[in-house]
């Protein structure tokens, strides 16, 4: 089976609620996806020459992002390292709440983003790379809702 090191990951975007007012929050939500039998490193990796996994959040329109929240890591030991890696596996949720401003205009609004990342097996990594993702979401006027 060949693997496209930047296709490894599986990652989507969501946004709840996908309509706001203006001064509103509202929480966007990166799912990766880490195939059975890989992990990746957390965004606090134990070693630093390890990379850490990042979301990245491009600047969208009257839309203010906070840092995002990551999950705990995993902690566990590999043959090859003689120090306690963090890692994620299976499905990894990383929430970023963000606001809409109060003098934000009404429409649609296109939110776009990054998730840099190492694959790795339990023998070997994988270069790193990165998996761009987006989603829609709305301002709504001020007086609807």
Known sequence: MT??????LGVEAL??????RPGALAT???????????HIQSDEPAEP???????RIEEAADL???PPGYPPAEVETFAWSPVELR???GTVRVEVLFAALSDAAPGPRR???RVRYQGCTEALCLPPAERAFETE????????G
């Open 3 to 8: 693997v496209r090191v930047g296709e490894w």
């Open 15 to 20: 946004v709840e609620p996908r309509a706001i």
């Open 28 to 38: 966007l939500e990166v799912v990766l996806r880490i195939p059975p039998g890989g």
């Open 49 to 55: 020459f390890l990379v850490p996994t990042q979301v």
């Open 64 to 66: 203010v992002f906070c």
């Open 87 to 89: 890692v994620f596996r």
């Open 111 to 113: 939110i776009r983003g």
């Open 137 to 144: 979401m709305t301002v709504m006027a001020a007086e609807e």
